[in-house]
């Protein structure tokens, strides 16, 4: 996985160049006959071209040939931008078969970068970070942690702020018993992040992990529930508790018998436990589509 994200990071360096007026028409006017040839006009004093270089160029190294990159300080070269009737910067332009075919003004985010690149170039894959993102969720889906662990800490040295690794490496901390500091990490992602998928997913995984570790022992509770069927509030301890340990098969029966029960019991509470388990579940599991199908035939019978 190291390996893999290094050679990519090094894999573009050929590809970036800092252009002049001197060197445009080898650089940009003859070169993109060949391949795909952005050009970069920005400034030392530009504050969004601070923010927009670093992008650009690291989607340039992760298309790996399909195109190249020319930047041209303006203040070393104003003929450029006077050619190119250039108001504002950052602006950026595609260059193919000698002439300017598309462009662009402002600070777009990586992923518009990828899309403008690759509507002139053709599909340049997933980037190194997005495989490595791949590999860890298979991995943690297949209850290979180590792997898991090892992915997408690595996405976070090279992007701190990658929300869906930051919760899948929280959802491993969950599965390794390290509750805390799955709380603690998600306590970093921001507000209006939360609604993300794999976010919603971890924050269920963490309440089903707390649930299992307050519910005390299963077999009180299930003798419990034996004894006195109509016991909601011990079958839902019960069903908690089961989810808990990842008995979800069990645990879906117990929280759809309150529901059949009483469905507004306790403010839903059976309904509630079993979309939250169902989260953490995920979609492609088989007994999500089989809990959902029993629970729509309840809700709408």
């Known amino acids: 996985m190291e390996t893999l994200i290094s050679e990519s990071a090094n894999a573009g360096d050929n590809l970036i160049k800092d252009g002049s007026t001197e060197s445009f028409m080898q650089d940009v006017i003859e070169d993109s006959k060949e391949t795909l040839v952005l050009v970069d006009l920005w400034a030392p004093w530009c504050g969004p071209c601070k923010q927009l270089g670093p992008m650009i160029e690291k989607v340039v190294k992760d298309a790996k040939g399909a195109a190249k990159l020319v930047k041209i300080d303006i203040d070393q070269h104003p003929q450029i931008a006077q050619s190119l009737q250039v108001q504002s910067i950052p602006a950026v332009f595609a260059f193919k078969d000698g002439k300017p075919v598309d462009g662009f003004m402002g600070a777009l985010p990586?992923?518009?970068?990828?899309?403008?690149?690759?509507?002139?170039?053709?599909?340049?894959?997933?980037?190194?970070?997005?495989?490595?993102?791949?590999?860890?969720?298979?991995?943690?889906?297949?209850?290979?942690?180590?792997?898991?662990?090892?992915?997408?800490?690595?996405?976070?040295?090279?992007?701190?702020?990658?929300?869906?690794?930051?919760?899948?490496?929280?959802?491993?901390?969950?599965n390794l018993g390290e509750i805390e500091a799955a709380k603690n990490l998600m306590e970093m992602i921001p507000e209006d992040s939360k609604n993300a998928p794999t976010v919603t997913a971890t924050l269920a995984a963490i309440s089903l992990a707390e649930n299992a570790a307050s519910a005390g022992?299963?077999?009180?509770?299930?003798?419990?529930?034996?004894?006195?069927?109509?016991?909601?509030?011990?079958?839902?301890?019960?069903?908690?508790?089961?989810?808990?340990?990842?008995?979800?098969?069990?645990?879906?029966?117990?929280?759809?018998?309150?529901?059949?029960?009483?469905?507004?019991?306790?403010?839903?509470?059976?309904?509630?436990?079993?979309?939250?388990?169902?989260?953490?579940?995920?979609?492609?599991?088989?007994?999500?589509?089989?809990?959902?199908?029993?629970?729509?035939?309840?809700?709408?019978a």
């Not at 518009?112 to 943690?140: M, N």
């Not at 690595?154 to 490496?169: G, R, S, T, W, Y």
């Not at 018998?257 to 388990?277: F, H, P, S, V």
Request: avoid cysteine.
């Open 110 to 174: 990586e992923s518009k970068i990828k899309e403008f690149v690759e509507r002139h170039a053709g599909p340049i894959g997933p980037t190194p970070v997005e495989e490595a993102y791949q590999s860890g969720t298979e991995a943690l889906e297949a209850g290979n942690t180590e792997v898991a662990l090892t992915a997408f800490a690595k996405i976070l040295e090279l992007d701190p702020d990658h929300i869906d690794a930051k919760a899948q490496l929280a959802r491993v901390y969950v």
């Open 217 to 300: 022992e299963l077999e009180p509770l299930r003798l419990k529930v034996e004894e006195n069927p109509d016991d909601l509030a011990a079958r839902l301890e019960y069903g908690k508790a089961l989810a808990g340990i990842g008995e979800y098969e069990t645990a879906g029966a117990e929280l759809l018998t309150i529901i059949r029960r009483d469905r507004d019991w306790n403010e839903a509470a059976g309904r509630q436990e079993l979309l939250k388990m169902l989260e953490v579940m995920g979609p492609t599991n088989p007994l999500t589509k089989g809990f959902r199908r029993q629970l729509s035939s309840i809700l709408f």
